[in-house]
Structure formats: structure tokens, C-alpha cells
């Protein structure tokens, strides 16, 4: 197969769009994107668009991708596979360059979950998500989905509620300096510790807010993509993994097998371990997600994620910095754009001008899980120095 590069990435604000909507996010999002390509593109060399989408209130047809940016002489695949759908649509877009049907891809996410005319948006979100007959209409919406997990997996791991708030703390302090984050402003552990309760054992301060915002990505080939820029950032790995649905048929709820499927891939595909990552966004959807992805994607031991969290290891300055743009908890999470988004922040942290730059960062890793728990994607991703 051919290689892959990201020559181009770009986002919009994650945050409360309320006078946009993603036919006008869309278009920002794509022009940030072409803004960083080095020697410039025409959007009529791009041959193709995978577009993920999940629920946004003013539709998510894949024409919105030919109304809003006038390419519609193309073919646009829509995606959607719950919060895993960003990665997913990066994926599909690595097949179709690697195999060598299409030269130039566009990869756009998009979602809009903030409007005031929502009201049956989350609905139709968890639908598309969750198993509805047993689950869902019987009260498991994500928190408590999650919950089922993270409590069990505190009664078997030496992990507490004190972990999560570490995780909440460094994910608002990164998300705090983000232009681009939602929720900049820092937390003290006893303010997420204190806070609310959402559902045991989460607090308000351990779910990331629902968002408005798209983000984008140009793929090429190999062969042309000096013809973009001299510092491409290569798509080394991607894995999607699945797991049973509903909650009664997992054999273990400490662990998220989808995960570990799609990390396996992933890394399979890139030829490297979890221990040559440099920098990761890592699902934090809720806080309890990226404790346990730490030991599914590799990067501890089983039952001993917290112990990277108490050493500091998952901060800026750490082994293995985690969320350095402030993960889904502060930057936001509009479903469809939360893994292009990832995506973005990894192609500024490779070629050394990200916000909260990571000193040397040479491969990147991106992760989302959802369905709650039943679908994850994982993206590796090495810089041009690397």
C-alpha cells in the first residue's frame, strides 16, 4: 500500500455556535485547513471527502460537504460510528489513498449539539449509540454507562475517585491556554472533587460539555505530497475495534476490549509499541475513559494507569503527555469533529508549533471510544523529522 500524508489540518472553535451552523462551520474549518498547506491547494484537486457527522440539529447529509464548500463534482462518504466517528472517517480516507483510488482526500467533521432547538438531538444521538431495547429507554445514558465500568473497576484497581479529579485538574490546565477549547479555565482537584454529582462517580467536572465545531484534514499520497509541503505528517497506523453493545454480555467491564482491538491494529500497522509514542489525545469523554485507556492503549500496566497520573507522566513535561490540547473534558466534544480534531492538535504537536508544544514529539497517537463503549478508533501519526 501507499503512504499517507496529512499535508493540511484545521479546526474551528470548539464551543456554543449558537448563531452558526455546520454549513457555516464546515467552510471555517476548511479554511484553516488550507491555510496550513505549506505551498497551497486548489479545493478542485480534491478527488474525493469522507464527512463524519453524528447529530447535528441542522442536518448531516453528506451534500452539506458540496453546499458549503463547492466541490460538488465529488463523491463524499458520510460517517457515522458514535464518538468514534472523526477516527473512523480518517481511516476509511488512509484505505481509499493507500489502495490507490483517489490521490487527494478531504476529511471533515462536523456537529452542532448546542442549539436551542435541540431538544431531541441528544435522543437521536444516543440512539444511533446505544442498544434500544434493553438499555437506553431503561435509563443507561452514557454516564451511567460509563459508571457501570469505572465503578467496577475502582472495586478491582487501587484507583479512586482522587485519580479522576488528577485528570480533570490536567486536562483544563492544558485545555486552559487553547484558543481554540471551550472550557479555558483551571480547576483545583477539591472544586472537581466537590462538584456535583452527575452520577456515581462522576461529578459535573468529570464530563466533557457537548459542543458545536468541525474540523478538518487533506490526505495525499506519497508520491505528490512534496507537491503540498516539505513537512508532511504520515498516517503510520489505524484500527477500529468493536465490542458487544449492551452491557450484559461484557465479561469485563474493567477494561474497553474495543480499545485494545483498535490499538493492536493500529500499532500493527505502524510497525512501533505504545512505548514509542511521544504525545496522545485520548478519549476523556469522562474522565473515568482515559484512567482505563491508559492500560488499553498500552501505556500502563493493568490497574496501574493512576500510577502515571501520580508521577506526572500524563502531563506537559511528562513520559506521556495526554491530552495536551485539553481532550474532550476542555476543548469540547461535538461527536463528528472530536477525532479530526485530535488529528489537528497532533499535526501542529509533530511539526513543532502546537500551543502547548511537547519538546521532540516525533509520533502522535489519537483515540476515541463510544457506542458507549462498544466501538473505538485509533490513529497514529509520525512527524516529518521522525
Known amino acids: 500500500m501507499r503512504?499517507?500524508?496529512?499535508?493540511?489540518?484545521?479546526?474551528?472553535?470548539?464551543?456554543?455556535?449558537?448563531?452558526?451552523?455546520?454549513k457555516d462551520l464546515v467552510p471555517m474549518a476548511f479554511a484553516d485547513c488550507v491555510a496550513s498547506v505549506d505551498k497551497g491547494i486548489d479545493k478542485h484537486e480534491i478527488e474525493a471527502a469522507w464527512f463524519g457527522a453524528v447529530g447535528p440539529t441542522d442536518g448531516f447529509a453528506s451534500g452539506i460537504v458540496a453546499d458549503s464548500l463547492g466541490i460538488?463534482?465529488?463523491?463524499?462518504?458520510?460517517?457515522?460510528?458514535?464518538?468514534?466517528?472523526?477516527?473512523?472517517?480518517?481511516?476509511?480516507?488512509?484505505?481509499?489513498?493507500?489502495?490507490?483510488?483517489v490521490d487527494v482526500a478531504l476529511v471533515a467533521g462536523a456537529d452542532k449539539l448546542r442549539e436551542t432547538a435541540s431538544k431531541n438531538v441528544l435522543w437521536e444521538w444516543e440512539a444511533v449509540s446505544r442498544d434500544m431495547a434493553w438499555e437506553y429507554p431503561?435509563?443507561?445514558?452514557?454516564?451511567?454507562?460509563?459508571?457501570?465500568?469505572?465503578?467496577?473497576?475502582?472495586?478491582?484497581?487501587?484507583?479512586?475517585?482522587?485519580?479522576?479529579?488528577m485528570v480533570s485538574v490536567k486536562n483544563h490546565r492544558h485545555g486552559a491556554t487553547n484558543p481554540k477549547a471551550r472550557l479555558r479555565y483551571e480547576i483545583t482537584a477539591q472544586q472537581a472533587l466537590s462538584a456535583p454529582t452527575v452520577?456515581?462517580?462522576?461529578?459535573?467536572?468529570?464530563?466533557?460539555?457537548l459542543s458545536d465545531g468541525a474540523a478538518a484534514l487533506i490526505l495525499v499520497a506519497e508520491d505528490i505530497a512534496d507537491r503540498y509541503t516539505g513537512r508532511p505528517v504520515w498516517v503510520d497506523g489505524v484500527g477500529l475495534g468493536l465490542d458487544s453493545m449492551m452491557h450484559q454480555h461484557k465479561t469485563d467491564l474493567t477494561t474497553f476490549p474495543a480499545t485494545v482491538r483498535a490499538a493492536q491494529r493500529a500499532f500493527a500497522?505502524?510497525?512501533i509499541s505504545p512505548a514509542d509514542v511521544d504525545v496522545a489525545e485520548v478519549h476523556d469523554f469522562f474522565t473515568g475513559i482515559e484512567l482505563i485507556s491508559y492500560e488499553?492503549?498500552?501505556?500502563?500496566?493493568?490497574?496501574?494507569?493512576?500510577?502515571?497520573?501520580?508521577?506526572?507522566?500524563?502531563?506537559?513535561?511528562g513520559k506521556i503527555p495526554v491530552n495536551t490540547s485539553g481532550g474532550l473534558k476542555s476543548k469540547g466534544h461535538p461527536p463528528g469533529a472530536t477525532g479530526v480534531g485530535q488529528c489537528v492538535e497532533l499535526f501542529e504537536q509533530l511539526r513543532g508549533h502546537a500551543v502547548n508544544q511537547v519538546d521532540g514529539a516525533r509520533i502522535g497517537l489519537a483515540h476515541n471510544v463510544g457506542g458507549p463503549t462498544s466501538v473505538a478508533a485509533v490513529t497514529i501519526l509520525r512527524g516529518p523529522a521522525a
Open 72 to 101: 460538488d463534482g465529488i463523491p463524499v462518504t458520510r460517517v457515522e460510528n458514535s464518538c468514534a466517528t472523526g477516527n473512523d472517517a480518517v481511516r476509511n480516507a488512509v484505505y481509499a489513498i493507500a489502495s490507490g483510488a
Open 296 to 317: 488499553d492503549l498500552g501505556f500502563a500496566n493493568r490497574f496501574e494507569g493512576y500510577k502515571l497520573l501520580e508521577a506526572g507522566e500524563t502531563t506537559i513535561g
Open 138 to 165: 431503561l435509563g443507561l445514558v452514557a454516564p451511567a454507562g460509563v459508571a457501570l465500568h469505572v465503578n467496577r473497576y475502582f472495586h478491582e484497581s487501587p484507583a479512586t475517585r482522587e485519580h479522576l479529579a
Open 269 to 271: 500497522m505502524a510497525g
Open 3 to 22: 503512504r499517507v500524508a496529512i499535508v493540511g489540518a484545521g479546526m474551528t472553535p470548539f464551543a456554543e455556535h449558537f448563531a452558526l451552523g455546520v
Open 199 to 209: 452520577v456515581e462517580p462522576f461529578s459535573v467536572y468529570d464530563c466533557a460539555p
